[in-house]
Antibody
Framework: EVQLVESGGGLVQPGGSLRLSCAAS????????MSWVRQAPGKGLEWVAN????????YYVDSVKGRFTISRDNAKSSLYLQMNSLRAEDTAVYYC??????????????WGQGTLVTVSS | DIQMTQSPSSLSASVGDRVTITCRAS??????LNWYQKKPGKAPKVLIY???SLRSGVPSRFSGSGSGTDFTLTISSLQPEDFATYYC?????????FGQGTKVEIK
């Protein structure tokens, strides 16, 4: 069974930085695309970023481009999200998820329990 | 960006009811449409991928249909554990986008 455990969330001031981690276990981590998806309080789901198997391809939603960086360490079976220049609107629960690919498409398959990021002064 | 619009935004239904949720894309997304279930405090769970493929382990009362711009999620006989919010999501092109959600409540 796939297990994903996020960590690193917390309270940060506007303009600050935070690094989220996602530890994967019991599956072949390096075989999967990985994703970050967030949910702001009382709002819907929003895809944030994706990374391919070896980290050579990365995609971001426009609202985080230039501020967030997704990365991975396959040797440690870990996914990361470096978040800089944080804004109040980045406040959300952040989920890591596997992205299962089918042909040229895919879906968010297995999810972690989420970690809360609060951006406030 | 591709906009995803779900209807209704919320609905009230009873156990045993047949429930239908629709999702419309702002442009054709072929069959690159997924459905998720979200309960408060829990991680989302994929139900249907590629418009009509049932994810392993998901009860067969869930089904999906559609292609192009119009899609449907159907729950054939609503069970107590199905009260949740449901989201569609397109995976045709980045940025991958979700619908605003449909909250299914107990009547």
């Amino acid at each position: 069974e796939v297990q994903l455990v996020e960590s690193g969330g917390g309270l940060v001031q506007p303009g600050g930085s935070l690094r989220l981690s996602c530890a994967a276990s019991t599956f072949s981590f390096s075989s999967f695309w990985m994703s970050w998806v967030r949910q702001a309080p009382g709002k819907g789901l929003e895809w944030v970023a994706n990374i391919n198997h070896d980290g050579s391809e990365r995609y971001y939603v426009d609202s985080v481009k230039g501020r967030f960086t997704i990365s991975r360490d396959n040797a440690k079976s870990s996914l990361y999200l470096q978040m800089n220049s944080l804004r109040a609107e980045d406040t959300a629960v952040y989920y890591c998820a596997t992205y299962s690919t089918i042909s040229r498409s895919g879906y968010f398959d297995c999810w972690g329990q989420g970690t809360l990021v609060t951006v406030s002064s | 960006d591709i906009q995803m619009t779900q209807s209704p935004s919320s609905l009230s239904a009873s156990v045993g009811d047949r429930v239908t949720i629709t999702c419309r894309a702002s442009q054709s997304i072929n069959s690159y449409l997924n459905w998720y279930q979200k309960k408060p405090g829990k991680a989302p769970k994929v139900l249907i991928y590629a418009a009509s493929s049932l994810r392993s382990g998901v009860p067969s009362r869930f089904s999906g249909s559609g292609s192009g711009t119009d899609f449907t999620l159907t729950i054939s006989s609503l069970q107590p554990e199905d009260f949740a919010t449901y989201y569609c999501q397109q995976s045709d092109s980045t940025p991958w986008t979700f619908g605003q959600g449909t909250k299914v409540e107990i009547k």
